[in-house]
């Protein structure tokens, strides 16, 4: 008898749930939600911050603003404000004329293009795009700068089912100044390395305590770091849905992303200590995201050449994980030791045989 272990997406559309094979023998249930806000967001004037932040002239993408700490975004630790200037906060209305709104994360990668989740964009009429943001009830934070904007596009093989293509783009309607607070991250090569057993970050607003659907969302951005784990161990619990397209973090601990998280970053950092973007976060265990099992991420190296093609952003070269990164300099260690030695023998006998 085939097992079955049923999942929701973290922001799909109320009430959806699929049914996934899996070896796994607890039968899980639950039924989605889309999060909406539990407290107020302090709205700014539209493009119009508090103060004028100073402009930064070359905003080099990935460059974090101050060291991190560690824990779960849910119930975790509260990112140092503005740490990472790259995180979006996106309001997102639906329906007309009487407005619902619910909230889903996002990452700037250039001046005018906020990527995210397309299962957060299913019937949204308008978006609201917080740049600069980390709490979200305050009325001092001058760096802050809103966006209003209707135009999104979703990638066109996005299956709400099979989870296949869960990547869209927002564009702001005029482009935003690089500012301290505000600077866009890198995006992956198309030959981004599968990153299995490397160190991720991840980052949002999501909620901070219970499971399923239970807890407040947290008004200041949050951060944890967990690992990278393969697809053939995420497959064994979420089943098919886990294909290339999909990359996996450990739920180890209880770390992971929980509702309205979803759209938000799964992020590396490089040897040099810069940010790349990895993952979106797209769905986690219907039982709850504190239940230690694995959260699900949209792999964002099988799409830069769409990226590119919607957003004129250029396909980044290619580039190694830290893991991969260590192979390779054993493997040129080894090399320029025989070259060493194949010059040295050369300088003593005088000749080559």
Same mark, same amino acid.
């Given at each position: 008898?085939?097992?079955?272990?049923?999942?929701?997406?973290?922001?799909?559309?109320?009430?959806?749930?699929?049914?996934?094979?899996?070896?796994?023998? *607890?039968?899980?249930?639950?039924? *989605?939600?889309?999060?909406?806000?539990?407290?107020?967001?302090?709205?700014?004037?539209?493009?119009?911050?508090?103060?004028?932040?100073?402009?930064?002239? !070359?905003?080099?993408?990935?460059?974090?603003?101050? /060291?991190?700490?560690?824990?779960?975004?849910?119930?975790?630790?509260?990112?140092? /404000?503005?740490?990472?200037?790259?995180?979006?906060?996106?309001?997102?209305?639906?329906?007309?004329?009487?407005? *619902?709104?619910?909230?889903?994360?996002?990452?700037?990668?250039? +001046? *005018?293009?906020?990527?995210?989740?397309? +299962?957060?964009?299913?019937?949204?009429?308008?978006?609201?795009?917080?740049?600069?943001?980390?709490?979200?009830?305050?009325?001092?934070?001058?760096?802050?700068?809103?966006?209003?904007?209707?135009?999104?596009?979703? %990638?066109?093989?996005?299956?709400?089912?099979?989870?296949?293509? !869960?990547?869209?783009?927002?564009?702001?309607?005029? /482009?935003?100044?690089?500012?301290?607070?505000?600077?866009?991250?890198?995006?992956?090569?198309?030959?981004?390395?599968? %990153?299995?057993?490397?160190?991720?970050?991840?980052?949002?607003?999501?909620?901070?305590?219970?499971?399923?659907?239970?807890?407040?969302?947290?008004?200041?951005?949050?951060?944890?770091?967990?690992?990278?784990?393969? +697809?053939?161990?995420?497959?064994?619990?979420?089943?098919?849905?886990?294909? !290339?397209?999909?990359?996996?973090?450990?739920?180890?601990?209880?770390?992971?992303?929980?509702?309205?998280?979803?759209?938000?970053?799964?992020?590396?950092?490089?040897?040099?200590?810069?940010?790349?973007?990895?993952?979106?976060?797209?769905?986690?265990?219907?039982?709850?995201?504190?239940?230690?099992?694995?959260?699900?991420?949209?792999?964002?190296? +099988?799409?830069?050449?769409?990226?590119?093609?919607?957003?004129?952003?250029?396909?980044?070269?290619?580039?190694?994980?830290?893991?991969?990164?260590?192979?390779?300099?054993?493997?040129?260690?080894?090399?320029?030791?025989?070259?060493?030695?194949?010059?040295?023998?050369?300088?003593?006998?005088?000749?080559?045989?």
């Amino acid at each position: 008898m085939k097992n079955f272990l049923y999942f929701c997406l973290t922001a799909a559309s109320l009430g959806l749930c699929a049914a996934i094979a899996t070896g796994n023998t *607890q039968a899980l249930s639950a039924v *989605q939600e889309r999060i909406y806000s539990n407290f107020t967001v302090f709205q700014s004037n539209v493009l119009t911050p508090f103060a004028t932040p100073p402009l930064v002239r !070359d905003a080099t993408c990935g460059k974090k603003n101050l /060291p991190s700490l560690t824990g779960r975004i849910a119930g975790g630790n509260v990112a140092t /404000p503005n740490e990472y200037p790259w995180q979006a906060f996106l309001q997102i209305s639906q329906g007309w004329p009487v407005f *619902q709104d619910y909230v889903c994360g996002g990452t700037l990668i250039s +001046n *005018q293009w906020i990527l995210t989740a397309a +299962n957060c964009l299913d019937g949204a009429s308008l978006i609201k795009v917080y740049l600069g943001a980390h709490d979200l009830t305050a009325t001092n934070e001058w760096q802050r700068v809103i966006f209003t904007t209707t135009d999104y596009k979703k %990638h066109p093989s996005w299956n709400a089912q099979t989870l296949n293509g !869960d990547i869209a783009l927002i564009k702001l309607p005029v /482009p935003v100044n690089f500012t301290s607070y505000i600077k866009p991250i890198c995006l992956p090569s198309t030959n981004d390395p599968s %990153h299995n057993g490397d160190t991720v970050y991840l980052t949002g607003w999501g909620r901070t305590s219970g499971s399923g659907s239970v807890g407040p969302l947290s008004p200041v951005l949050r951060e944890t770091t967990t690992t990278v784990i393969g +697809n053939s161990e995420c497959s064994s619990i979420y089943g098919n849905v886990v294909t !290339d397209n999909i990359i996996c973090s450990s739920g180890a601990g209880g770390r992971g992303i929980c509702p309205s998280d979803n759209g938000g970053p799964m992020g590396y950092m490089n040897a040099d200590g810069t940010f790349t973007q990895i993952g979106i976060a797209s769905f986690y265990a219907a039982s709850g995201c504190e239940n230690s099992l694995p959260s699900g991420f949209t792999r964002i190296r +099988n799409y830069v050449n769409w990226i590119s093609q919607e957003t004129s952003i250029p396909v980044p070269n290619s580039a190694v994980s830290n893991s991969d990164s260590s192979c390779l300099k054993f493997i040129l260690a080894i090399a320029i030791a025989i070259q060493c030695y194949f010059f040295d023998y050369v300088l003593r006998d005088g000749s080559i045989h």
